[in-house]
């Protein structure tokens, strides 16, 4: 995608620092390791890119929230979200591994853990975890209504997370269901999110709306890769104000109930903000 690229730790820091001078409050961090196997032990290595990630950031970047991306499918050499039994995602056996990912990536100073893994009980099975660990002020952000969606196609090619065999629409929701939505946004909610995200972003505005008008809590949206390339490809060919569809679709995924958003257009989105403000 254009402007989006893997990076190192020290090549994240500068992104960061522009992010921050540019007035973004917070960054999400996701992780490519350097070999995958089918437990996605990487996920907890505390010198894995996120753990290191974000104790270079609570070091040189302190004012920035850090939220960091608590799944298996970037770190599984099969890329689903989980561990496999008999080729199917063992949601059970899944819970350990993901409180266990979570609880490092706290350990090295993230202040908000995000999974989007769509287990059941993965919400609980965290907080636990964090509790007994002494990080019960690591908020949790839960990727609540993730939908089977073809527009995250840009993002699993950069993170090199697309499934080996098969699909997700095992654990992520038809996007047909709006009711599927608000059960898994009330049961994550119960079981101790601080926060609830619905993902995509622009395709699903009547969820974000339904979430934030029936549950009244914070609420994440996320402009997902595909929404972003599509407005970038768009620009590129000279259909399209790029500046100006930027910003208005950020203005209705907020008009829509979003209390912070997600997106590839952070940066620049924050800068013409800041620019339209002096």
Known sequence: MPGVNQTSVDEMLRDAE????????????????ETKDSAGSSAWDEKGAVQLGVRALK????????????????YTDHGHCGVLKNGEVDNDATLELLSRAALSHASAGADIVAPSDMMDGRVQAIRSRLDANDFSAVSILSYAAKYASAYYGPFREAAESAPQTGDRRGY????????????????????????????????????????????????????????????CAAADRGWIDKD???????????????????????????????????
Not at 24 to 31: D, R, S, W
Not at 59 to 74: Q, R
């Open 172 to 231: 992520q929701m038809d996007p047909g269901n709006s009711e599927e939505a608000m059960r898994e946004v009330f049961s994550d909610i119960e079981e101790g999110a601080d926060a609830v995200m619905v993902k995509p972003a622009g395709p699903y505005l009547d969820i974000v709306a339904r979430v934030k008008a029936e549950t009244g809590y914070p609420v994440a949206a996320y402009q997902v890769s595909g929404e972003y390339a599509m407005i």
């Open 244 to 278: 100006r569809v930027m910003l208005e679709s950020l203005l209705g995924i907020r008009r829509a109930g979003a209390d912070f958003i997600v997106t590839y257009f952070a940066t620049d989105a924050a800068a013409k903000l800041r620019e339209g403000s002096t």
């Open 18 to 33: 522009a992010a921050a001078t540019a007035g973004v409050g917070g960054i999400i961090l996701f992780g490519v390791p």
């Open 59 to 74: 070091k040189e970047v302190p004012e920035l929230v850090v939220i960091t991306d608590v799944c298996m499918c970037e």
